[in-house]
C-alpha cells in the first residue's frame, strides 16, 4: 500500500510540474548575461530608446554559447568595446508583464572591467534601438534600474559568488 501511495503522490507532483513546464513558451524566456562596468563611481546602464527604465549592459546567451563569452560578444556589438568578464555576482529572476504575457529572464551578473583603460567620455553607442546612461551609484536609488534587486545588491561591495563552467567560448 505505501508503495502505491508513494508512487500516486510522486506521478501527481511531477505532472503538476510538467504541466507548469509546458506552459513556458520559449518566446517569453530570456536566458541574459549582464555585466556591471563601474568607472569613477558611475555605473553604465541601457536603456530601450523612448523609454525611462534602466538595465545592465548585456544580452541573450545564444545556443551553445556560456555566459561570460555572451557578455564579451554583447559589449562589443553594443559598444565597440572589449571587455574583461571577471566575477560572477549573482543571478536574479525578474517576470513583468507585456502587451501579451508576462516575460521571464533569468540574468547572470558578473563584473567587468574594460580591456583598456577607458574613460567613461570614450565609450560610445553602437545600437540605434538603444540609448546608455551612467548612473552615479549614490544615486542609484533615484533611477528605475530593473530588476529591481539590482539596487540592493549595488548598496554594498559586490562580492564574488561561485561560477563554474565548461564552456569554452
Avoid at 75 to 92: H, N, P, R, T, Y
Wanted: glycine letters at 4%.
Amino acid at each position: 500500500m505505501k508503495i502505491i501511495c508513494c508512487f500516486f503522490i510522486e506521478r501527481h507532483f511531477c505532472t503538476r510540474i510538467l504541466k507548469r513546464l509546458l506552459k513556458v513558451n520559449l518566446k517569453n524566456f530570456h536566458y541574459l548575461a549582464r555585466g556591471f562596468l563601474i568607472i569613477d563611481g558611475y555605473l553604465l546602464t541601457v536603456k530601450t530608446k523612448g523609454t525611462s527604465m534602466l538595465f545592465l549592459p548585456g544580452g541573450h546567451i545564444e545556443s551553445m554559447e556560456g555566459a561570460k563569452y555572451a557578455l564579451q560578444r554583447e559589449m562589443q556589438e553594443e559598444f565597440g568595446l572589449k571587455v574583461e568578464v571577471s566575477d560572477f555576482i549573482g543571478a536574479i529572476e525578474h517576470i513583468w508583464p507585456d502587451t501579451h504575457a508576462n516575460q521571464l529572464e533569468i540574468n547572470l551578473l558578473f563584473q567587468m572591467q574594460t580591456a583598456d583603460s577607458v574613460a567613461r567620455a570614450e565609450i560610445k553607442n553602437l545600437e540605434p534601438h538603444l540609448d546608455f546612461e551612467w548612473v552615479p551609484l549614490h544615486h542609484i536609488n533615484d533611477v528605475d534600474l530593473q530588476p529591481e534587486p539590482l539596487k540592493s545588491l549595488l548598496q554594498k561591495p559586490l562580492v564574488p559568488a561561485y561560477w563554474a563552467s565548461t564552456f569554452t567560448t
